[in-house]
């Protein structure tokens, strides 16, 4: 069953609305967090690109889960799926090309990205 992208919403808002109604301070709270995670979540693509270089399928392997393991928070369901078959590609296909998973899963941060970029300015607080 093949999902097209543009079907899936990079992030799910109810997740992240959970994650405000969790803290006393909600939006700016959420603005922080979503500020910590995008500045993580572009070091990571950049590691992920130098352990590609390097041909460190191991490494690729690692950041693809550490960026897996933060999606889940902001309800970024499709980058999770994508990081989760990065994962398993470069643990399992030792000679097989991964490039293809690592461009597609950069692809949708950039759409996470400007999603949760898009939640943050229309929810900022003024001041």
């Known amino acids: 069953m093949s999902t097209e992208t543009t079907s899936v919403p990079a992030i799910d808002m109810s997740a992240i609305m959970q994650l405000a109604d969790n803290d006393d301070t909600g939006d700016q709270f959420v603005a922080e967090i979503i500020k910590v995670f995008l500045n993580d ?3 990571r693509v950049l590691t992920m690109g130098l352990q590609m270089k390097q041909g460190d399928r191991a490494g690729v392997a690692a950041t693809a889960h550490a960026i897996k ?4 928070h902001f309800g970024a369901l499709r980058l999770m799926e994508l990081s989760r078959d990065l994962e398993d590609q470069a643990k399992c296909q030792p000679a097989g090309d991964i490039e293809v998973a690592i461009l597609t899963m950069v ?3 950039e759409r996470v990205r400007t999603a949760l970029e898009a939640f943050r300015s229309a929810n900022a607080s003024p001041g």
Do not use: N, R
Request: with cysteine.
């Open 41 to 43: 979540l572009s070091e």
């Open 69 to 72: 393991g933060s999606c889940g």
């Open 107 to 109: 692809a949708e941060t």
